[in-house]
């Protein structure tokens, strides 16, 4: 019942009625009593079978079919606001047989302009192959041809980068999770590829999708602010004419449903830039369209982007207030699989984080333990490190020294089995270790403090770890008092 029961959950009244309508019709049979039951509350798979009196073959059987039903109507739900020009595009090879050649080419040459407005090269393909076909006896067969034979390497060259603008969010959540120079390497190929072609075409779909992965390797990859904030007039610029050919094809269902992207990627970007006033107004604008884009699986690479932002936001300003903005809803609408693993680790983090400054640290500790328990992390040893650091710290501050040493324990084994440097990390578990230890509370409280200080000095490297931790007067108060509340 697992994707039925959140799909229904998920669902507004209006459209969970309109939905109930056309699988049942209202009627009291089977398939009404799945949708209300599971519209209303969990319910496991024998429990189902019993109340609808069906044995296994028969329930699932059902299941299936009415799964099935759903993505079918939900499928037409979806807005696609450039639908009607498609329609006109799939009705261009029955000009070929109509009876007024004339019409049918001056009807063809309107669509054309159209279709190369909204840079719709497949499409175009069709357009020009069907000219090309009414002019076959012309001296104009020629030029069509050659425009269907250019538009098909155009069209080519469109969905290449198309397809490396998915990998790259794919590649640059790998980086992210093992920063290795490797995965580095391959994203930043990505970039060069999609370069290339767009300097072989002059298209604005290939402009956005370029400056949406340059834009994403300045702010991920640029480790200088102050090299990041002598460009801002340039990203000023691309931001704006990004927004400008938003608002001009306004039929295009991708920059309808991308449009966002801007005002994430200014907020990141400002944040970068530590330049807090512009940082906070686009934090602001962008926290409106959060609910819509949590509903959405496709966005949540950007989602989780926006959600590290508002940490690095958080550890400037210390305003809880909007670290916890919305958290609620997005905790309930971002469904993220366990194979996206950027997304779902990244905003794993995002929940114990926040429960870590709400100083929920017993929530923050099984938020992570969760999340090494569902993935493993073996693969990504950094972020592994980071986890295991992070769930120690909150059993640190808990007085639940043997899990603590438990997990230090096998960081140390861990540690010992590569050969790259991990001076930050020895370092903080020598921290955590040391204010473990019984001691006078004062002295232990100035040589943890001294200890946090030489932490983060040596912290600079690629291998850096727990950015996201700030550990305030109050919480290593917490860590070196043996009295726990």
């Not at 998915?166 to 999770?177: A, C, D, Q, R, V």
């Not at 290339?196 to 834009?215: F, Q």
């Not at 590290?308 to 550890?315: F, N, Q, V």
């Amino acid at each position: 019942m697992d994707v039925l029961n959140k799909t229904i959950k998920k669902l507004s009244e209006e459209e969970y009625q309109a939905l109930l309508m056309q699988v049942s019709g209202k009627k009291k049979n089977k398939p009404f009593m799945v949708l209300e039951t599971t519209r209303n509350r969990d319910v496991a798979d024998s429990e189902m079978m019993e109340l609808l009196q069906v044995n296994a073959s028969t329930y699932y059987t059902l299941k299936s079919r009415l799964n099935s039903k759903i993505a079918a109507i939900l499928s037409k739900n979806v807005q696609n606001p450039i639908s009607s020009l498609i329609d006109e595009v799939t009705r261009v090879p029955a000009n070929l047989y109509g009876t007024n050649k004339d019409f049918s080419i001056r009807a063809l040459k309107e669509l054309e302009k159209q279709l190369i407005e909204y840079d719709l090269s497949s499409e175009l393909i069709i357009v020009y192959k069907t000219l090309s076909q009414l002019h076959l006896y012309c001296e104009e067969h020629s030029y069509y041809d050659n425009l269907y034979k250019k538009h098909v390497a155009f069209s080519l060259a469109v969905s290449k980068a198309e397809g490396l603008f998915y990998k790259f969010i794919h590649n640059t959540g790998k980086y992210l999770l093992t920063r290795d120079a490797a995965d580095l390497e391959d994203v930043i190929k990505i970039q060069r590829e999609i370069s290339n072609i767009c300097e072989l075409y002059d298209s604005h779909r290939l402009y956005v999708i370029y400056n949406i992965v340059r834009l994403y390797n300045m702010c991920i990859l640029e480790n200088s602010p102050e090299s990041l904030k002598a460009r801002e007039l340039e990203v000023e610029n691309i931001l704006q004419e990004m927004n400008r050919i938003f608002q001009k094809y306004q039929l295009d269902t991708f920059y309808q449903n991308i449009k966002f992207i801007t005002d994430f990627m200014y907020f990141e970007y400002y944040q970068r830039t530590g330049n807090q006033v512009r940082a906070d107004y686009y934090h602001d604008k962008s926290i409106l369209c959060i609910d819509d884009l949590c509903s959405k699986h496709f966005m949540s690479f950007h989602v989780i982007r926006f959600l590290e932002s508002k940490i690095e936001k958080y550890l400037a300003d210390g305003n809880i207030d909007k670290l916890i903005e919305a958290n609620e809803s997005i905790f309930a609408n971002l469904d993220i699989d366990t194979n996206e693993a950027y997304q779902f680790i990244s905003f794993k983090k995002y929940v114990a984080i926040c429960k870590f400054y709400e100083r929920d640290y017993s929530g923050a500790a099984k938020t992570i333990n969760s999340l090494r328990n569902k993935i493993s992390l073996k693969h990504y040893l950094v972020t592994d490190i980071e986890c295991k650091l992070f769930q120690a710290l909150q059993y640190c501050i808990l007085g639940e020294d043997s899990l603590c040493m438990q997990i230090l324990s096998s960081l140390k084994r861990q540690i010992r089995e590569h050969d790259k440097e991990f001076d930050s990390t020895k370092l903080f578990i020598k921290l955590i270790k040391s204010a473990l230890k019984p001691a006078d509370y004062r002295k232990k409280v100035k040589k943890i403090t001294e200890m946090w200080n030489e932490f983060q000095k040596s912290n600079q490297s690629s291998n850096h770890i727990l950015k996201y931790v700030k550990l305030d007067e109050i919480t290593i108060r917490k860590m070196t008092n043996p009295i726990k509340e």
